[in-house]
């Protein structure tokens, strides 16, 4: 398959699609290995993975960059007779797509350019972040660049992997396999051949290794009495835990060694100067954010007896030793990095790990899942575009007449000793049996699709105590054990045979059907085995199921490696020790009802994102409606960062802009206040933003204040500008035939209408009486800025009971939007349309929003983003045109109200409440100097750990 890959490269893009051109190309690849003892081929397999693979795309990545001292070095000439990059493109291609290799080449080639050439004279510190997906392959990129920093000449490089022996260990088998080419051995001694190896076998370019897989394979003063380095000897690779005994040992032995060579004249420490050093972060934004809060004089110099938290500050001073050195910060969820106070440095660690350098927002490959896949993008009549995946459960937590008692088999707030019980016994609730059932089928599924030798994993995600993991543990062990003596018995199997046959025809039979509709890049629709085929599957499928608990410990690494050849069949159950960088191979159901909102930490537990190549239709999520929201949250949180971070890098904007930006938006509140370096006070901007009320407060006494304070403020515009607007558009005309729009409104209208609007108190993206200190301090400026508003009163909905505002304004259509906060809230998804925030927009105005969103879009399927042609503007660039549009004044403002049908709430509005439920949005534009004003917003910790969660 790979040399067909090969066969493949000089074909074009239409021709890498054609099923008959590709199994021309694995004829030939296969004749000419006609002499080599091969095994058995199975050619169709081997065809449909290959289809599958041409299909897949790598969109490129987007990278913002400060050049400042750096110089450029990064040429063809350069990369002559590189090693260890070339075996690992080689071993990537025998599981990827050519193509994809060829990204990730493109990729890891841009990040070592942007750090400093080794062999470069004198002292450097380049310091950057690499944003990726979840579960996306960050791990294939970091090992890719560490492969061409040793082929550059990096002679140290530090993996800093995650905070518990487990995931530490998995990393070091990861790098065995893609960097060092042999298994590590206790005594440090190269062991078994893997990996790479295969590829380039030449023991001259075998790199050195510090640390092995063992459980007690980290950094030790043992090691650190028994070997030295010198400058011309291969690459020395240190895979470490965040730990503070392991780094303070590392950085012992970094100063205390004879290649410490040269003191500083300035600080007296010593520092290396003949050993260029990489260190590579993975998980940046856990544990190395310092979260202790530093104080800086009026002109912005820091306190420089400010203590930074242990492991940050052992990160920074290992950095410091090294008069050449490089960081690489690897996430997902880069919130707190990006909080990182710009100008943080201490004389004893130096700067702090702010990516200063560069910023790279990795593009996913198009067979990624990630949530924006899973659970859709918002749009004002619910989510679009997400996939069938998701299971609703409510069982964990005992009821009465709907309502959640304090009891039930996991409360969302538990104790650590307690004992799950489900009716009054200790068993398994319903949806949790349903999950393990469901898991079952997607392995017996697979093995009828010829992905039997495949991983399959199952995820259990329901506490983060230990002992009541134990019980979790035992008690799927139990079921699992029944289940597998009934079937293997064919002793009282029939219920449990029923109960399989009943999911497979009702939930696996309909979905499938309706994914091969929406997932079209695997290549074609897949197989949909027959019960029959399941039912004879099922006993030896089964048998193969092992349940583990997962500590954190290097033995719970899960032994995938161990079972390459068979496939590993495992559930397994853990808590936090799960939810951080450790691989689940093949996973395909989970169940999950942890209950944080904190965005960073909710977006890591969420295991499930990946890639599931020929059996994404089997895959199934259990979960809460309450965390399918909150995932629906971070898709959109995700989606707008990532759309902020494209406008401004094709601007030309530096990191420490962003950061500066993203530090003061209201819809980034996505992490903890303590990893955002300011515990007390939140700084916000809203320039450039669209702001809009999602939940609202149903009592009778602040929906009659709502309605009023809108009504007030339509009696004070008095006759509307125009009636019905209607404006041209490229494809068709827009019209909005039963709204309104007041134009060049004073913004004192506006201030009082925000004044007496109630919106929900605590810390949201929403605050009236936030959103009216920013226009007041905006409109302070000189000049002056949002002095000027448009407002427009939306009502395009179903036709209800007439409702007169003032001046002969009478509603008589409310837009409808469906509650999802049940009985006790009034919450949606999503006001605004993004059609409406140009309902003030003539022509040229909104072409303009329109080529600039051409310019800046990416096709990227991971964020749910094709390639059809645009026909309307994003409404980023929509509010980057309302400053564009307003020349010589100050950019207008949009007020959109939106007057909401009440059964649209249900039973969230008191009884016989039958007016609007007055709702609003704003859109903000660009303005300049607007970045720089904040309003500050003080933290109510109790309020957010009630909403969010403590921050783990």
């Not at 575009?385 to 009891?407: C, E, H, M």
């Not at 607007?725 to 827009?734: G, I, L, N, Y």
């Not at 800046?856 to 991971?862: E, G, I, L, N, R």
């Amino acid at each position: 398959m790979s040399i067909a890959q090969t066969l493949m490269r000089g074909e074009s893009d239409e021709n890498k699609s054609k099923v008959v051109l590709i199994a021309e190309k694995l004829k030939l690849s296969m004749s000419l290995l006609a002499k080599a003892e091969l095994k058995e081929v199975d050619f169709d397999a081997a065809l449909a993975e290959l289809v599958r693979r041409m299909s897949h795309f790598m969109p490129a990545d987007t990278t913002m960059k400060d050049n400042t001292g750096h110089v450029d070095w990064l040429t063809p000439e350069r990369k002559a007779g590189w090693r260890y990059w070339e075996r690992l493109a080689r071993h990537l291609e025998r599981k990827l797509a050519s193509t994809v290799v060829d990204q990730l080449d493109k990729s890891t080639d841009e990040i070592l350019e942007l750090l400093e050439d080794p062999k470069r004279e004198g002292s450097w510190d380049r310091r950057g972040l690499v944003v990726g997906h979840v579960q996306s392959g960050k791990t294939s990129s970091y090992s890719a660049l560490i492969c061409k920093a040793a082929d550059a000449g990096y002679k140290i490089i530090i993996v800093l992997a995650g905070l518990h022996n487990n995931l530490r260990s998995q990393t070091q088998i990861r790098l065995e396999e893609a960097f060092l080419g042999y298994e590590t051995s206790p005594n440090r001694e190269p062991g078994k051949p893997i990996g790479v190896y295969w590829e380039d076998s030449d023991p001259t370019i075998h790199p050195h290794c510090a640390t092995t897989r063992e459980e007690g394979g980290d950094f030790n003063t043992a090691i650190a009495k028994h070997f030295a380095i010198s400058p011309e000897e291969r690459p020395w690779l240190f895979v470490v835990k965040k730990n503070k005994t392991v780094l303070g040992r590392l950085l012992k032995w970094i100063q205390g060694h004879h290649v410490s060579n040269t003191t500083d004249p300035v600080t007296g420490r010593r520092i290396v100067t003949n050993l260029p050093l990489l260190v590579i972060d993975d998980e940046a934004d856990h544990a190395s954010v310092d979260t202790g809060e530093q104080l800086f004089s009026a002109d912005g110099v820091p306190d420089d007896d400010h203590q930074p938290k242990a492991i940050n500050g052992l990160i920074r001073k290992i950095l410091y030793s090294f008069s050449k050195s490089a960081y690489v910060g690897y996430t997902a969820t880069p919130f707190a990095n990006i909080f990182i106070h710009r100008r943080n440095e201490t004389k004893d660690e130096g700067p702090d790990l702010f990516p200063q350098s560069f910023i790279k927002n990795l593009s996913a490959p198009s067979n990624y899942v990630g949530p924006a896949r899973v659970f859709g993008l918002k749009g004002p009549n619910g989510r679009v575009g997400g996939l069938p995946l998701a299971r609703d459960i409510s069982d964990q937590v005992d009821k009465l007449d709907g309502k959640p008692l304090a009891t039930g088999w996991m409360l969302p707030k538990h104790k650590k000793d307690h004992i799950p019980v489900y009716a009054g016994q200790e068993i398994l609730p319903p949806s949790l049996r349903e999950a393990i059932e469901s898991f079952v089928l997607a392995c017996v599924a697979r093995a009828c699709r010829g992905q039997g030798a495949e991983h399959s994993s199952m995820l259990i995600h329901v506490t983060r105590y230990n002992r009541v993991q134990l019980e979790v543990h035992r008690q799927v062990e139990e079921y699992v054990k029944r289940m597998k003596q009934r079937i293997s018995r064919r002793v009282d199997h029939e219920a449990t045979l029923a109960s399989y046959k009943r999911l497979w025809d009702d939930d696996f039979v309909p979905t499938c059907e309706a994914m091969a509709q929406v997932v079209q890049e695997d290549g074609g629709p897949q197989k949909i085995p027959s019960w029959d085929e399941i039912a004879e599957q099922l006993p030896k499928t089964l048998a193969e199921i092992h349940i583990r608990k997962i500590t954190g410990t290097a033995k719970d690494t899960l032994d995938y490696f161990e079972n390459k050849d068979k496939g590993l069949k495992v559930i397994a159950i853990g808590g936090e020790k799960l939810s951080r960088g450790l691989t689940l191979e093949g996973l395909c159901s989970s169940y999950f009802v942890r209950t944080t909102k904190m965005y960073d930490t909710l977006m890591q537990m969420g295991r499930w994102f990946g890639y599931r190549p020929g059996y994404i239709d089997l895959c199934r999520l259990y979960t809460t409606q309450e965390l399918v929201d909150w995932f629906g949250h971070i898709a959109d949180a995700s989606e707008e960062l990532r759309e902020e971070f494209d406008t401004m890098a094709a601007q030309g904007a530096k990191p420490s802009e962003y950061g500066l930006r993203v530090e003061s938006h209201p819809v980034m509140l996505v992490t903890s206040p303590l990893k955002m370096r300011t515990a007390r006070t939140l700084k916000l901007s809203y320039s450039g933003s669209l702001a809009q009320t999602i939940t609202f407060l149903t009592d009778e006494e602040t929906l009659e204040g709502n309605l009023d304070a809108a009504k007030a403020l339509v009696a004070q515009m008095g006759k509307p500008t125009e009636e019905h607007p209607a404006r041209k558009r490229d494809q068709k005309a827009e019209s909005w035939k039963r709204s309104l729009l007041w134009k060049d409104v004073g913004s004192d209208a506006v201030l009082e209408f925000l004044r007496s609007y109630k919106t929900v108190p605590g810390l949201s993206r929403i605050n009236s009486s936030i959103i009216t200190e920013f226009i007041e301090k905006m409109n302070s400026l000189q000049p002056a800025h949002l002095t000027r508003w448009n407002i427009a009163l939306l009502a395009e909905g179903p036709a209800g009971k007439p409702f007169a505002f003032a001046n002969d304004v009478v509603v008589s259509t409310f837009p409808g939007r469906i509650n999802t906060g049940g009985k006790d809230a009034y919450r949606i998804g999503v006001l605004t349309d993004p059609a409406d925030e140009a309902i003030d927009f003539e022509y040229e105005q909104w072409k303009a929003a329109l080529e600039k969103t051409k310019e800046t879009w990416k096709v990227d399927p991971a964020r749910n983003r094709s390639e059809k042609e645009h026909e309307a503007p994003s409404g980023k660039q929509i509010r980057n045109a309302r400053m564009a549009g307003a020349v010589g004044l100050p950019a207008p403002g949009l007020l959109m109200l939106y007057p909401l049908a009440p059964s649209g709430a249900g039973e969230a509005v008191p009884e016989g409440w039958d007016r609007p439920i007055m709702a609003f949005a704003i859109s903000f534009p660009s303005t300049e100097g607007g970045d720089g004003v904040k309003v500050e917003y003080k933290v109510d910790h109790l309020y957010w750990e009630k909403e969010y969660g403590a921050s783990e």
